[in-house]
Every structure is written in structure tokens, then in C-alpha cells.
């Protein structure tokens, strides 16, 4: 088997140069999702029997919090990859997908408090699902404050990644604190083994939304990915020649 393309990888000329050929065939498939699923899940979809029109949040609040996990995991194998086989390239995929899965998970708090006010009472409850996912917060604000305290490219590096690695125990917890723990959180309604508890005309915008999120997740790290090689290879003969017009 050919394992060029995978050594290509570590090339941040080659990186950068593919990175700015696939964002476009990431973001516009993600757009369209997103806007399809929006229809769907906040005009087209009936409202829950118990919940009313409150239940439309999941459309945003789900996939943020999905993407707050995979994020988080895309960042640890990233990390790892780049401790094991000392791959710039890698770091710089890891420090790309920090503030990105940052915005996720404070976007899945935010929304899912906006979804307790109504439903529980109040805005924050010490529940093991949100607590757990406050944690998944620090760690990434964690690894982007030390990375920004370290000057040293390479030891901020190495110290975010160990970090990142660690840290990657908080991922089960969070997806498994609802049916380990007594908790207030909605138990899974989608990935279920038997069916999704969900009809379809709800499901399908929420499906859409999932894998609307992704494709915008991986638009998003390719854009960043070129601005983090950028900064890294700043002295690189290669920049101006890529700058060039």
C-alpha cells in the first residue's frame, strides 16, 4: 500500500495548500444543512406533546453538545499524534480545534440553560450531564491558556497536548452521566440501540443539524488549520511564495 499521501500530511506546504482546496466543499454543504434544518426542526416540526415549542432548542443545543465531545476528541488524537510522532502539523490541528470546541460547549451550556428555566426551574442545576460539561469548558479554556503562557512553541506544545490527552477521561463521563448518575438531563432520545424515541418529522431536521455541525466543524479547523501553519511557518521561504500573487 502507497502511505505517500499519509507522509504528505506532515508537510505544512502540502497542509496548507489542501486545506484551502476542501473548506469550500465543507462550508457550503454545512450551510445548506444548517438552513434546512432550521426549517425543519423550528417551523416544519410539530411541537412535543409534553414540552410544547420549547423542545425546538434541541436543534441547537444537541448538535453543540455533540460537537463539544467530538471536537474535544479530534483535538486529543490530534495531540497525541503529535507527542508520539512529533508531528508540527498535528499540534497545530489540535490548537486549531481548542477555540472551536470552546464555542461549542458554551454554546450547548447557554442553550441548555435557556431549556432548564422553563423545564426544571432554573437556569443551572449541579446535575452530573451539566457539570461534567462545565468541565469540558475549563479543560479546553485549560489548554488554550497554556499554550498561550508558554512562549515556546514546541514546550506549549508538548504541555497542552499532555493535558489534552488527560483530559480525554471527562468524554465517557459526560456521555454515559445520565444513565450512570440520577439525573435531571432528558435521557438519549437519538442513539439508541433499539430506535430513536423521536418521530420523524422531528428526527430528520435534528439529523440534519447533527451532520450540518460537523461539516461547519471541519470547515471551520481547515480555516484555522492555515492560520495556526501560517504563524508557525512564518519564516518559511515557502509563505511568500504561497502569499504571492
Not at 169 to 192: D, E, F, G
Request: with cysteine; proline share 7%.
Amino acid at each position: 500500500m502507497n502511505w505517500t499521501w499519509f507522509h504528505r500530511l506532515a508537510s505544512p506546504p502540502h497542509v496548507y495548500a489542501l486545506a484551502g482546496r476542501l473548506t469550500p466543499w465543507f462550508a457550503w454543504p454545512a450551510a445548506l444543512l444548517i438552513a434546512g434544518g432550521l426549517w425543519g426542526g423550528l417551523v416544519l416540526a410539530p411541537p412535543d406533546y409534553q414540552q410544547g415549542d420549547g423542545f425546538r432548542i434541541i436543534y441547537v443545543h444537541a448538535p453543540s453538545a455533540w460537537m463539544s465531545l467530538m471536537v474535544y476528541m479530534t483535538m486529543a488524537v490530534a495531540a497525541a499524534i503529535g507527542l508520539i510522532w512529533r508531528m508540527k502539523v498535528a499540534h497545530a490541528v489540535a490548537a486549531s480545534c481548542a477555540p472551536i470546541g470552546a464555542s461549542f460547549t458554551v454554546a450547548a451550556l447557554v442553550t441548555g440553560s435557556l431549556w432548564g428555566r422553563p423545564m426544571w426551574g432554573t437556569y443551572w442545576e449541579w446535575d452530573p450531564r451539566l457539570t461534567s460539561e462545565l468541565i469540558l469548558l475549563f479543560l479546553y479554556l485549560g489548554y488554550m491558556g497554556l499554550r498561550s503562557g508558554l512562549e515556546d512553541t514546541q514546550r506549549a506544545d508538548r504541555a497542552s497536548a499532555v493535558l489534552a490527552v488527560v483530559g480525554v477521561v471527562n468524554v465517557p463521563i459526560i456521555h454515559y452521566s445520565v444513565t450512570w448518575w440520577n439525573s435531571l438531563h432528558q435521557a438519549p432520545s437519538v442513539m439508541r440501540f433499539d430506535r430513536p424515541a423521536m418521530p420523524a418529522a422531528m428526527l430528520v431536521p435534528l439529523l440534519m443539524m447533527l451532520l450540518g455541525f460537523t461539516l461547519l466543524f471541519v470547515a471551520l479547523l481547515l480555516t484555522r488549520l492555515r492560520g495556526e501553519v501560517l504563524t508557525r511557518e512564518r519564516a518559511a521561504s515557502w509563505i511568500r511564495e504561497a502569499l504571492s500573487p
